[in-house]
């Protein structure tokens, strides 16, 4: 059975909208801005977990927006995203901007399911905070890796939303990247 993972970056105040800037948020680019020289050790990490990955589980936009920018890259990182399964969630998604793309188009909790069922290993669930809500709301999710950003950006997108419930998770670990960004890893608890 696959076990699904949200990956993310994301500010102090969980704020997960526009890293880079690309979308016009006013607030938006705090990634470049906050991470500076910890970039390189970021990267590192997220190449390390893209090596363990069996396949990445994505919205809509988000294959828009990985596609754009790693279809065309050279290198092992890139050859490693490009080669892996990729699964997009879209009701309307008729020309995926990746590669290796399979569109689910029924019920995402149904589609998510039997995936999770289907598939042996990680299904990284990469920048997909309306996705990845959905899958929390629904106990699909396995585990999150959050990357914090030493930023609070004070509006904006957030990976956790309402929800209908306490959804409780367990520090599974912690670990500084550079000198300034954290890593955290947690484990849903479903035996509470």
Same mark, same amino acid.
């Given at each position: 059975?696959?076990? #699904?993972? #949200? =990956? =993310? &970056?994301?500010?102090?105040?969980?704020?997960?909208?526009? %890293?880079?800037?690309?979308?016009?948020?006013?607030?938006?680019?705090?990634?470049? *801005?906050?991470?500076?020289?910890?970039?390189?050790?970021?990267?590192?990490?997220?190449?390390?977990?893209?090596?363990?990955?069996?396949?990445l589980l994505l919205g809509r936009? =988000?294959?828009?927006?990985?596609?754009?920018?790693?279809?065309?890259?050279?290198?092992?990182?890139?050859?490693?995203? &490009?080669?892996?399964?990729?699964? !997009?969630?879209s009701s309307t998604l008729q020309? %995926?901007?990746?590669? &290796? !793309?399979?569109?689910?188009?029924?019920?995402?909790?149904?589609?998510? +399911? *039997?995936?999770?069922?289907?598939?042996?290993?990680? #299904?990284?669930?990469?920048?997909?905070?309306?996705?990845?809500?959905?899958?929390?709301?629904?106990?699909? !999710?396995?585990?999150?890796r959050l990357v914090l950003f030493?930023?609070?950006?004070?509006?904006?997108?957030?990976?956790?939303?309402? =929800?209908?419930?306490? *959804? %409780?998770?367990?520090?599974?670990?912690?670990?500084?990247?550079?000198?300034?960004?954290?890593?955290? +890893?947690?484990?849903?608890?479903?035996?509470?």
């Amino acid at each position: 059975m696959g076990k #699904i993972v #949200i =990956s =993310s &970056n994301v500010s102090l105040d969980g704020v997960v909208q526009d %890293p880079d800037g690309a979308e016009g948020f006013d607030r938006g680019g705090w990634f470049v *801005r906050y991470g500076g020289a910890d970039l390189d050790e970021w990267s590192k990490l997220e190449h390390a977990e893209a090596l363990s990955t069996e396949a990445l589980l994505l919205g809509r936009r =988000s294959d828009g927006w990985f596609g754009a920018r790693w279809a065309s890259r050279p290198g092992e990182w890139a050859e490693r995203l &490009n080669s892996l399964p990729k699964y !997009v969630v879209s009701s309307t998604l008729q020309e %995926p901007s990746w590669t &290796n !793309v399979t569109v689910l188009k029924g019920d995402v909790v149904d589609e998510v +399911t *039997r995936l999770r069922q289907e598939l042996d290993g990680d #299904i990284v669930c990469y920048a997909s905070y309306e996705l990845g809500r959905t899958l929390i709301e629904h106990d699909l !999710v396995d585990e999150l890796r959050l990357v914090l950003f030493p930023v609070v950006v004070g509006a904006g997108k957030r990976l956790f939303g309402e =929800s209908s419930g306490a *959804r %409780p998770f367990r520090l599974a670990g912690s670990r500084t990247v550079g000198s300034g960004l954290v890593l955290l +890893t947690y484990e849903i608890v479903r035996d509470a």
